[in-house]
Nanobody, 124 residues
Framework: QVQLVQSGGGSVQTGGSLRLSCSVS????????MGWYRQAPGNKCELVST???????YYRDSVKGRFTISVDSAKNTVYLQMNSLKPEDTGVYYC??????????????????WGQGTQVTVSS
């Protein structure tokens, strides 16, 4: 059974940093894409970042230069380091094992496996 268990997140002020972790069990993602989504109240669930088995990364424009996605294959864990956080980064963040869509109406969706969600709150 595939499980994604998240940790990290919390509340910070503008300019602060947080790191999210997503520990994966039930499959080895060495050759798979992994991604992070987020959803703010009243908004669609949006793709934030992905990383593939070759280490190639994608970031949405609004987080480029501030967020970094990485993996530790030995720990089967995906990370999202978030620096220079802004209030508009506030939302519930989810890791996802099948990050093909740019948006979902809501996270988590029915496809793939999702973490349980982690609240990130950035105050001004």
């Amino acid at each position: 059974q595939v499980q994604l268990v998240q940790s990290g997140g919390g509340s910070v002020q503008t300019g602060g940093s947080l790191r999210l972790s997503c520990s994966v069990s039930g499959f080895m993602f060495d050759n798979s894409d992994m991604g992070w989504y987020r959803q703010a109240p009243g908004n669609k669930c949006e793709l934030v970042s992905t990383i593939n088995g070759d280490g190639e990364t994608y970031y949405r424009d609004s987080v480029k230069g501030r967020f970094t996605i990485s993996v530790d294959s030995a720990k089967n864990t995906v990370y999202l380091q978030m620096n220079s956080l802004k209030p508009e980064d506030t939302g519930v963040y989810y890791c996802h094992s099948d990050p093909e869509e740019s948006y979902y109406d809501d996270c988590p969706s029915v496809d793939g496996s999702w973490g349980q969600g982690t609240q990130v709150t950035v105050s001004s």
